[in-house]
């Protein structure tokens, strides 16, 4: 039986290959963002000193739905650059979470000054071309949906295209397998990418021990109180991917503005 991400993952090769056809590389090479000087995510969380929250913008997810019907990119992430975002990760993925490169674009248009991160289901090259085209600084790689041999091409060739590379891992297998030569941060991620519904922030505790001090540490999604924040960062994680906990409420900036207070508060 196939899991959601098997779906997801057939989906996006079939999506990649029509990508493919209709804009080539070479045309890619040619958007403005393409030749832009990227910024870093991990020398923005490793130099912060304090907790470093990557605020989301996610239209849906496959468990939830719908999570901010008519939300404006634009506003949403100007809003959190502003309220003191270290990152902030667009959604991509059209069939599954009602992204799309546009609400890249135009994030990247609305807030310069930010890094940026593709969040999509990455199995190709060409991927990597699209996200430097559509003016990332970081990509996501997904080590349960890759072969080490693909995590270190892909990472590789992020590099050369000076995007800094966030590992997602969910278990101690997924971590020992994947080569991080090319990796500039890894991701703990609490939820199940099988169903998208089971969710244990004690992931990240579990697996804080093994992850390397080569690279910066984040933990990722069900994460929803300064509480929980407070005792991931003591255990050593220094940013925190967040998107619905902002993107659920009528003003994600105010809701990120308020939490990032609540969370001074416990430091």
């Not at 403005?32 to 912060?48: F, V």
């Not at 890094?115 to 991927?127: A, S």
Request: contains cysteine; hydrophobic residues 40%; glycine residues 6%.
């Amino acid at each position: 039986m196939m899991t959601i991400l098997d779906k997801i993952i057939a989906n996006k090769r079939e999506e990649v290959g029509r990508a493919k056809a209709g804009v080539p590389v070479e045309a890619l090479m040619e958007y403005p963002y393409y030749s832009r000087e990227t910024l870093s995510l991990r020398q923005r969380l490793g130099d912060a000193g304090q907790p470093g929250i990557i605020a989301e913008f996610k239209r849906k997810s496959p468990s939830k739905g719908e999570i901010h019907p008519g939300a404006v990119v634009e506003k949403v992430v100007s809003d959190y650059g502003t309220y003191g975002a270290a990152g902030i990760s667009v959604l991509t993925d059209t069939d599954f979470f009602g992204g799309s490169k546009d609400d890249l674009m135009q994030a990247r248009e609305a807030n310069p000054f930010t890094p940026m991160l593709r969040k999509d289901f990455i199995v190709d090259e060409y991927q990597l071309h699209e996200a430097r085209a559509w003016g990332a600084d970081v990509i996501l790689l997904i080590a349960a949906n890759l072969t080490p041999e693909e995590t270190l091409s892909l990472s590789r060739k992020a590099r050369e295209l000076n995007m800094e590379v966030l590992l997602e891992v969910h278990d101690r297998e997924e971590l020992d397998r994947s080569p991080l030569d090319f990796v500039d941060i890894i991701g703990v991620n609490n939820r199940n990418l099988k169903n998208f519904a089971e969710n244990n922030v004690n992931a990240s505790l579990n697996l804080i021990q093994y992850l390397p001090d080569t690279v910066v540490k984040i933990s990722e999604s069900c994460i929803s109180s300064p509480e929980t924040v407070q005792e991931l960062w003591e255990a050593g994680y220094q940013g925190f991917l967040m998107g619905e906990n902002f993107m659920k409420t009528a003003d994600p900036g105010e809701s990120l503005k308020a939490f990032r207070e609540e969370v001074k508060k416990r430091l």
